[in-house]
């Protein structure tokens, strides 16, 4: 069996939701970047990790609730796109002192 990539990708449910599930329902791949910068792992070094897919939806969203918040959640597998050349990558950096 081969390996899947999967993203859980939960949304607020708002005006800019309803053109993304319109674009879901066309096909349409969509590439999701996290972009997160941490405190201090020592002696002043900050760490940020940068991970970018492409991706498609994988199954039918559906609707929560997330404290008072309404939010739909989204399944996507990650694929292959050509013109990129992966399906994914990720970069970890840090800046400052020496660990």
């Given at each position: 069996?081969?390996?899947?990539?999967?993203?859980?990708?939960?949304?607020?449910?708002?005006?800019?939701?309803?053109?993304?599930?319109?674009?879901?329902?066309?096909?349409?791949?969509?590439?999701?970047?996290?972009d997160?910068?941490?405190?201090?792992?020592?002696?002043?070094?900050?760490?940020?990790?940068?991970?970018?897919?492409?991706?498609?939806v994988?199954?039918?969203?559906?609707?929560?609730?997330?404290?008072?918040?309404?939010?739909?959640?989204?399944?996507?597998?990650?694929?292959?796109?050509?013109?990129?050349?992966?399906?994914?990558?990720?970069?970890?950096?840090?800046?400052?002192?020496?660990?």
């Amino acid at each position: 069996k081969d390996p899947k990539l999967e993203v859980d990708l939960t949304i607020g449910d708002d005006t800019p939701l309803v053109t993304l599930l319109s674009d879901f329902a066309a096909g349409t791949r969509h590439f999701i970047r996290v972009d997160a910068t941490g405190n201090h792992i020592a002696n002043g070094v900050v760490g940020n990790v940068q991970w970018d897919v492409a991706c498609q939806v994988s199954a039918a969203y559906t609707y929560g609730k997330e404290g008072e918040a309404r939010v739909a959640k989204i399944k996507m597998q990650a694929e292959h796109d050509g013109p990129w050349g992966r399906a994914t990558q990720a970069k970890c950096t840090t800046v400052g002192g020496t660990l």
